[in-house]
């Protein structure tokens, strides 16, 4: 099993920057398909961003050209580098991992084991 523990969510202006942390513990998150999601209250976990153990990367439409997924395996981290921040970009991020290392670009919440807490992103006008 792997454990993951988000960080680096806050409150930012439209237009700025945020980057996310994704703190994995207990095995090596390497070994996962990894992901990003984000939910407001009263709608579904939307997937935003994947990346293969191999670093492959798929993107949803919402976020291509602004959001950047990246890892190090070295310190067992995953990344999210937000840039071009709109108040739609407001949410609960979360991250996820799921067995097998390959996403093949699947944003399915229900796809994925292992999630972190969670956290709030809030972008103002």
């Known amino acids: 099993q792997v454990q993951l523990v988000e960080l680096g969510g806050g409150s930012v202006q439209a237009g700025g920057s945020l980057r996310l942390s994704c703190v994995g513990s207990?095995?090596?998150?390497?070994?996962?398909?990894m992901g990003w999601f984000r939910q407001v209250p009263g709608k579904e976990r939307e997937g935003i961003t994947t990346?293969?153990?191999?670093?492959?990367?798929w993107y949803a439409a919402p976020v291509t050209g602004r959001f950047t997924i990246s890892k190090d395996n070295s310190v067992n981290t995953l990344y999210l580098e937000m840039n071009s921040l709109s108040p739609e970009d407001t949410a609960m991020y979360y991250c996820?991992?799921?067995?097998?290392?390959?996403?093949?670009?699947?944003?399915?919440?229900?796809?994925?084991?292992?999630w972190g807490q969670g956290t709030q992103v809030t972008v103002s006008s």
């Open positions: 996820a991992a799921r067995p097998g290392g390959r996403c093949i670009g699947d944003l399915s919440a229900v796809a994925y084991h292992y």
């Open positions: 207990g095995n090596s998150i390497s070994a996962y398909c």
């Open positions: 990346i293969d153990w191999d670093g492959r990367i």
